[in-house]
């Protein structure tokens, strides 16, 4: 198992910037594929961006490639998620999650572990 926490969520204005990190404990974090989450309110839970257990391989979603970055560090047990040039609809809840399997989860019910969440609010 792996316990998973977020932190670096905050208010900012449009076009700043925001450095999300999950720090993991437990089991290696080499062996899961790694995952940031956001949450809208009123909205379903919306992959964001995934790393591979090595990190060789990412994917993001098309609403904020070019603009946020997910990186890993396995020794240090953290993953991180660098948001630049925020926009107002960047808002929600993110949420770093955990999976042991081979091919890369794409939605949030197939994540086996959850952080609590730090909020974003990015103000126009």
């Known amino acids: 198992q792996v316990q998973l926490v977020e932190s670096g969520g905050g208010l900012v204005q449009a076009g700043d910037s925001l450095r999300l990190s999950c720090a993991a404990s437990?089991?290696?974090?080499?062996?899961?594929?790694m995952g940031w989450f956001r949450q809208a309110p009123g909205k379903e839970r919306e992959l964001v961006a995934y790393?591979?257990?090595?990190?060789?391989?990412?994917y993001y979603a098309d609403s904020v490639k070019g603009r946020f970055t997910i990186s890993r560090d396995n020794a240090k047990k953290r993953v991180y998620l660098q948001m630049n040039s925020l926009k107002s609809e960047d808002t929600a809840v993110y949420y770093c999650?955990?999976?042991?399997?081979?091919?890369?989860?794409?939605?949030?019910?197939?994540?086996?572990?959850w952080g609590q969440g730090t909020q974003v609010t990015v103000s126009s």
């Open positions: 999650a955990a999976d042991s399997a081979v091919i890369a989860p794409m939605t949030a019910w197939e994540y086996d572990y």
């Open positions: 790393i591979s257990r090595s990190g060789g391989s990412t």
């Open positions: 437990g089991r290696s974090l080499s062996f899961y594929i």
